[in-house]
């Protein structure tokens, strides 16, 4: 077993255990334990759901989470929302919850790690054209790569790993950032000003779950929108 510290650029660099061709770092474990909780999270909340007027207060803030999900991709679709809500909500819980716990002694994000994030972001990679192709059909939404020339294509083609590359490194570098710099603040700063900096952290994890999530429901409206919607959307 190998344990390397805390401290490193990468939680995929704190290798908590090594075997053989097995190797178990802190990216690992703690995307096992955000995806445990959600789990057990939902069930426990979801197991005594009542259509009283009075309801407890996980019931209340789940209705809320859900309903704010809800309304952000109902701004952007006019149809569908059931459709997207369980892939861009699972997104943007996840990443909410990787970031929320940073608080804790010891927990490294794993959306600190480019793996994760480059795994989130190759999801939202295929998921787009899963979802226009689904909306639209095959050849009609493969023409949108040839719009409005075919000269185009090679453009729309690197745009669309350009963004997903976009996605991975902005969620990366912001969080890896932050971790950093309250590191480096607990070391050699008094307690108070490290405190508020990990206060800002949270709203900044806020603020990162909720854009990576808007920009996917941006990047899959896109794609179910068809040519000749843009062309009479009005103005």
């Known amino acids: 077993m190998e344990v390397v510290a805390i401290n490193q650029i990468s939680p995929d660099q704190v290798i ?9 770092n802190a990216t690992l474990v703690y995307s096992w334990l955000i995806m445990a909780l959600l789990v057990i999270g939902s069930l426990l909340v979801t197991r005594n759901l ?10 209340n803030l789940m209705e809320v989470i859900v309903a704010g999900i809800r309304s952000e ?11 997207y809500f ?33 795994a989130l972001s190759i999801m939202v990679f295929f998921a787009v054209p899963m979802y226009g192709i689904a909306k639209q059909g095959v050849l ?51 307690l108070f000003f490290p405190v508020v900096m990990q206060i800002l952290g949270l709203l900044i994890g806020l603020i990162q ?9 941006v990047y ?7 040519h000749e919607e843009t062309e009479h959307k009005p103005k």
């Open 16 to 24: 908590l255990f090594a075997w053989s061709f097995v190797t178990i």
């Open 220 to 226: 899959i409206a896109s794609a179910t929108q068809s």
């Open 86 to 118: 369980p892939f861009v909500g699972t997104l943007f819980l996840f990443i909410l919850a990787s970031n929320l716990f940073t608080f804790i002694p010891g927990y490294v994000a794993p959306t600190s790690s480019l793996t994760t994030t480059a």
């Open 209 to 217: 779950a909720y854009i990576f999530a808007i920009l996917t429901m």
């Open 50 to 59: 009542s259509t009283d007027r009075t309801l407890s207060r996980w019931q």
């Open 140 to 190: 009609e939404y493969l023409k949108e790569y040839f719009r409005p020339t075919f000269i185009f294509f090679p453009f729309h083609v690197m745009g669309e790993f350009s963004r997903t590359l976009a996605l991975a490194v902005r969620l990366f570098g912001n969080l890896m950032s932050h971790e950093k710099v309250i590191a480096i603040l607990l070391a050699v700063t008094p």
């Open 73 to 83: 991709i109902g701004d952007m679709v006019k149809e569908g929302v059931n459709t």
